[in-house]
């Protein structure tokens, strides 16, 4: 199995661009989480999906952040403005089965850094 | 609101030597507790799950256990390695994943 697969690894972007984050889950997985960790307040949910569904939003930070999941393979995570406090390490998650807490398997994580 | 504390924040220890890791949490009414390792720059690996129903967990040198009714686990690291230096998180799941700060390890050879 491949894991989970997030792209790219390293974003670098200037302020005021449009930022987008894929994640490929593990296949057969019904579930799929995005984090997001700082040095200043560690790893927090962003959303999360349930078959392709979003079911919990209450931590992303601001309208300039969406999530889509068009199909049950695919996922993305855009910013649009961004701004230098996105700076952060975003994680894509998967897990098997319809609750968050089955076990949850991370991808390697897509480093942004806006200038 | 879930509050997930670990301690120590950091540890350095010998080659060979036990290592014990402490992670407390606010909010009994959990469902599952897992706990992480993280290398610098990379991802999470998935070390151990451990549900309500259980009070602990084994895999090989790793062994962690679970009381909820005092909001606490441990994470026992048996005969430590180089190899384990790594910063380790906890994480309880209630209706989604509330993550400890983390404690990092040296093991010195």
């Known amino acids: 199995d491949a894991g989970v697969i997030q792209s790219p690894r390293h974003e670098v972007t200037e302020m005021g661009q449009e930022v987008t984050l894929r994640c490929k889950p593990i296949s057969g997985h019904n579930s799929l989480f995005w984090y997001r960790q700082t040095m200043m307040r560690g790893l927090e949910l962003l959303i999360y999906f349930n078959n392709n569904v979003p079911i919990d939003d209450s931590g992303m930070p601001e309208d300039r952040f969406s999530a889509k999941m068009p199909n049950a393979s695919f996922s993305t995570l855009k910013i649009q403005p961004s701004e230098p406090r996105d700076s952060a390490v975003y994680f894509c998650a998967s897990s098997l089965g319809y609750q968050p807490y089955n076990e949850q398997f991370f991808g390697p994580g897509t480093r942004l850094t806006v200038l | 609101k879930q509050e997930v504390t670990q301690i120590p924040a950091a540890l350095s220890v010998p080659e060979g030597e036990n290592l014990v890791l402490n992670c407390s949490f606010t909010d009994s009414a959990i469902y599952n507790l897992q706990w992480f390792r993280q290398d610098p720059g990379k991802g999470l690996t998935s070390l151990l799950l451990?549900?309500?129903?259980?009070r602990e967990q084994t895999s090989g040198r790793l062994n962690a256990s679970l009381d909820k009714s005092s909001g606490r686990s441990t994470l026992y690291i048996a005969a430590s390695q180089p190899g384990d230096s790594a910063t380790y998180l906890c994480a309880v799941i209630d209706y989604k994943l509330s993550f400890g700060a983390g404690t990092t390890v040296t093991v010195r050879a």
């Open positions: 451990i549900q309500s129903s259980q």
